[in-house]
C-alpha cells in the first residue's frame, strides 16, 4: 500500500496481481482500500470474540459510506475519522470502491434505498450506482431484492424495518466462484480439529497442494492462498495465528503488507482445511459509539445532504455467510443503515391572525361560491348564547 498516489497498487500483499493504476478514480479507490482495511481492523477489535463469525468489513463500508454522503457539519466529521470520508469525498469514494470491485470476477456488489421521505437530488446524482425508491409499509420488495441481490445466498432483509424508519439502504456484496484448482473430493476426509474450548472434533477436511507462492508468514500468522477461476479471479486466504491468538490479532494478517510478509522456506505446501459454512448475523449499532459514530444516531444527526427532511441512524445490521468447499467459496453479506426521524421537532413558521378590532364574518354555501350571510363586526362582540343553546 506504499507508493505514489496514482500509481502505486491497490493491494501489495504476496500472490495477486491488482488492477494497475492510474486509472479515473483510482486515487479515491486507494484511499477507500486503506480506509476499509482500517474499518475492518477496528470494527474486530470491538465485537470478535472468541466464537464463530463471518462479517464484511467492505459491506459496512460501503453501507456507512453512502450514508455518509449526505452527512454534514459533526455528523460528517465523527463519520470521515472512522470512515476517510464524508460528503462529497464520501460518494467519490463510494462510487471509486464500487468501480474497484467490479474488476473482480463472480463478484456482485449493489446498493440501494427504499426512502418515504424526499431525497436531493444532488445526493442521487453523486452517486450513480446507487438505485433508489419508495419504502412502503412492508419490506417484501427489499427481502425480494436482497435475495435477487445475493442469489439466494441471504433470504431478506437481516432486521425487520421498524414502522418508524424513515430511510433503509441496504448494501450487498455477492461472490460465487470456482477454486482456479479444485480440491480433490476423494482426498476429503475427517481430520481432527481442535476448537477454542481444547476439545478435539473429527471434521470433513480438505486436502490440497500449493506452491510455495501461495504461502508466507505475516507476524506470527501463517497464510494459505487460495485462487478462484477468472483472469481478475478472487482470492481467499487462510491466517492460522498463533496458539491462543484471537481474529483482531490474527486476521488483518490476511492483508499485511508486502514487506512484512516472508516467504515459505519449502518446495511445496500441503494444505488441510475444514470444509466450512457459516453464517452470522451482526448488530452492528451498539458498537457505533465505540467506532466514534456518536452525533450520527441522537437528535443531532446532520444528514442535511441526503434529506431536506431531519434523519437519525436508528440501526445498522448485517447478515453475512460464507461457504467453503471443494470446488469453489461462496459468501455474501448484506449491510442495512436504517433512519428514523431526527432532530428536534422543526419549528413551525406561524402567522398570528388575531381578529381584535373591526372585522367582517361571510356565511357561504358548500359550494364556496355563494354567500348568504355577510355581517360587519366594529363593535365590542356582545356575547350571546352559544349556536343551539
Known amino acids: 500500500m506504499d507508493g505514489t498516489a496514482g500509481t502505486e497498487r491497490v493491494d501489495a500483499t504476496p500472490g495477486t496481481t491488482p488492477r494497475p493504476g492510474p486509472y479515473p478514480g483510482h486515487k479515491e479507490a486507494v484511499q477507500a482500500v486503506r480506509a476499509v482495511r482500517a474499518v475492518g481492523e477496528r470494527w474486530l477489535r470491538e465485537f470478535a470474540g472468541e466464537g464463530d463469525f463471518v462479517c464484511s468489513p467492505a459491506g459496512l463500508w460501503l453501507a456507512l459510506g453512502a450514508v455518509a454522503a449526505g452527512a454534514r457539519g459533526g455528523t460528517a466529521e465523527e463519520l470521515r475519522a472512522l470512515l476517510g470520508a464524508a460528503g462529497d469525498d464520501a460518494a467519490r469514494a463510494v462510487t471509486s470502491m464500487a468501480r474497484e470491485l467490479d474488476g473482480t470476477d463472480a463478484l456482485a456488489v449493489a446498493t440501494r434505498v427504499w426512502s418515504k421521505v424526499p431525497v436531493h437530488r ?60 479444485p480440491f480433490p473430493g476423494h482426498l476429503t476426509v475427517p481430520a481432527p480439529f481442535t476448537d477454542a474450548s481444547g476439545t478435539v472434533h473429527r471434521v470433513p477436511t480438505m486436502h490440497r497442494r500449493l506452491a510455495p507462492g501461495d504461502a508466507w508468514t505475516a507476524g506470527r500468522a501463517q497464510v494459505a492462498q487460495l485462487r478462484c477461476e477468472g483472469g481478475s479471479g478472487a482470492v481467499v486466504r487462510l491466517v492460522l495465528g498463533a496458539p491462543g491468538a484471537g481474529p483482531a490479532e490474527v486476521l488483518p494478517a490476511a492483508w499485511a503488507p508486502h514487506e512484512t510478509c516472508t516467504p515459505v522456506g519449502a518446495e511445496a505446501v500441503d494444505l488441510a482445511v475444514p470444509r466450512l459454512a457459516l453464517r452470522t448475523t451482526t448488530d452492528v449499532t451498539p458498537q457505533l459509539p ?62 398570528r391572525l388575531a381578529y381584535d378590532r373591526p372585522f367582517g364574518i361571510v356565511v357561504l354555501d358548500a359550494s364556496g361560491r355563494l354567500p348568504l350571510f355577510a355581517a360587519w363586526q366594529s363593535t365590542a362582540p356582545a356575547g350571546g348564547p352559544a349556536p343551539g343553546e
Not at 427489499?142 to 424513515?166: H, K, M
Open 290 to 351: 465505540a467506532l466514534g459514530v456518536r452525533q450520527a444516531t441522537t437528535a443531532l444527526a446532520d444528514f442535511s445532504g441526503l434529506s431536506p427532511e431531519p434523519l437519525a441512524i436508528s440501526m445498522v445490521v448485517q447478515e453475512a455467510v460464507l461457504k467453503v468447499a471443494e470446488l469453489g467459496v461462496e459468501a455474501a453479506a448484506a449491510t442495512a443503515v436504517l433512519t428514523r426521524a431526527g432532530g428536534a421537532p422543526r419549528p413551525v413558521r406561524a402567522l
Open 122 to 181: 444532488t445526493y442521487r446524482e453523486a452517486l450513480p450506482g446507487v438505485g433508489f425508491g419508495r419504502l412502503g409499509d412492508g419490506q417484501d420488495d427489499i427481502d425480494a431484492w436482497v435475495r435477487e441481490a445475493t442469489g439466494g445466498l441471504i433470504g431478506g432483509l437481516p432486521v425487520p424495518v421498524p414502522p418508524d424508519t424513515l430511510l433503509a439502504l441496504v448494501n450487498v456484496l455477492a461472490l460465487k466462484a470456482r477454486w482456479e484448482t
